[in-house]
């Protein structure tokens, strides 16, 4: 029998493989550490209720968009809800260019921006930032007149380096640069610099946001690109129709239309960042190999540490997980609790190696 071969792109891919175990504390995955109140719980167990599951859902998300759009003052006819922001990258990735066209983004950066765009065959090249891991607006600019990209992405503020550039600075690149830019703005809601109020200002800016960090609804997969209306068109367009699942949209629509609740949930993970993040410090007076705290505008911490892999793994042998990447681990804000047994922890452990 003749034998099938995988396409040759994917024979070497394997499953994402996020950190699964059961760990007394999780810090790896940037998600908030608050659960939903029990009456937003019943809220949705209702419209869950009240779900004809016979039926395909509705393939705009209508409840869901026009929560989103109450709760950040944006139009209706500006937001495309999606499965995770994931798909949207996955979208943008595979229909916005012709074949072979270039996509440029910058390091470092969210994986999944050169894991689709490679995916898909497109040429994707990367800037480097500097040692600050600031991004670098001039130089964006003079990368994107020299490579003539058909696509520029990358995450402001960042993951996983927690800095971001300002919404002036992402103006001045939107007028200098020609090509679709894709700001994905999945921790904008614990800084202040968002360009959502001037998509309509632009015919190449398309925004992504996320349910999955500060609204704690990283369960139910939900995302939306915000951008002008032609391009708006084309999202809806190209989109599978039955995205996002009718289970997803009530929950959504549910915790998106809870502005008090977003608003204290933001404020309490901000205050759990910042014990986080002055912690780090004092310990780095006492810890050498605690080389560099990065500034923060997320829910995160990055730190650049000596025998970072092995701190890491010491943190999971007392089961506390954080992100590991080369010399750098990123924290997550945990709760109260959770921040001070996590410094705790990195105390005892420094101190030792
Ligand atoms: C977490 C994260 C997302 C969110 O993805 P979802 O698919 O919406 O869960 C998107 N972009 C960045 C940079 C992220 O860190």
Redesign the pocket.
Not at 83 to 87: L, R
């Given at each position: 029998m003749p034998s099938y071969e995988l396409a040759a792109k994917i024979q070497a891919l394997k499953p994402y493989d996020p950190i699964m175990g059961n760990y007394r504390i999780r810090l790896d995955?940037?998600e908030s550490f608050y659960e939903l109140p029990p009456e937003v719980i019943q809220k949705i167990q209702k419209k869950i209720g009240e779900t004809a599951f016979q039926r395909y859902p509705d393939p705009n998300a209508s409840q869901a968009c026009r929560a989103f759009c109450q709760l950040y003052g944006v139009s209706e006819d500006c937001v495309t809800a999606a499965?995770?922001?994931?798909?949207l990258?996955s979208i943008l990735c595979s229909c916005f260019l012709e074949k072979g066209e270039k996509i440029l983004t910058v390091r470092p950066?969210?994986s999944?921006y050169s894991f689709y765009g490679s995916l898909y065959e497109t040429q994707i090249e990367t800037v480097s930032k500097g040692e600050s891991y600031q991004l670098d607006v001039d130089q964006l600019i003079s990368e994107c007149a020299a490579r003539n990209p058909r696509m520029l992405i990358f995450?402001n503020p960042?993951?996983p380096t927690s800095l971001g550039i300002t919404r002036q600075e992402m103006l001045r690149l939107l007028r200098s640069v020609s090509c679709l830019v894709v700001a994905?703005e999945?921790?904008m809601d614990f800084w202040t610099e968002s360009v959502m109020e001037d998509v309509n200002d632009f015919d190449h800016l398309i925004i992504?946001r996320?349910?999955?960090?500060a609204l704690g609804l990283?369960a139910i997969?939900?995302?939306f690109a915000v951008t002008n209306p032609k391009l708006t068109q084309a999202l809806r367009a190209v989109k599978s129709p039955y995205n996002t699942d009718s289970l997803s949209q009530a929950a959504a629509a549910a915790v998106l239309s809870e502005k008090e609740l977003y608003q204290e949930h933001v404020k309490g993970i901000l205050k759990s960042r910042d014990q986080l993040y002055t912690g780090i410090q004092e310990l780095q007076k006492l810890a050498p190999a605690l080389e560099r705290v990065y500034p923060t505008v997320t829910n995160f911490v990055m730190v650049k540490i000596a025998q970072a892999e092995a701190v890491w793994k010491e943190l999971l042998h007392r089961s506390i997980a954080v992100r590991w990447m080369g010399e750098h681990l990123r924290i997550t804000a945990g709760s109260p609790d959770e921040t001070r047994t996590v410094l705790a922890e990195l105390e005892t452990i420094l101190k030792n190696t």
């Open positions: 995955a940037n499965n995770g922001s994931d798909e990258i950066d969210f999944m995450s960042c993951n994905d999945a921790y992504l996320t349910c999955s960090k990283a997969r939900m995302g």
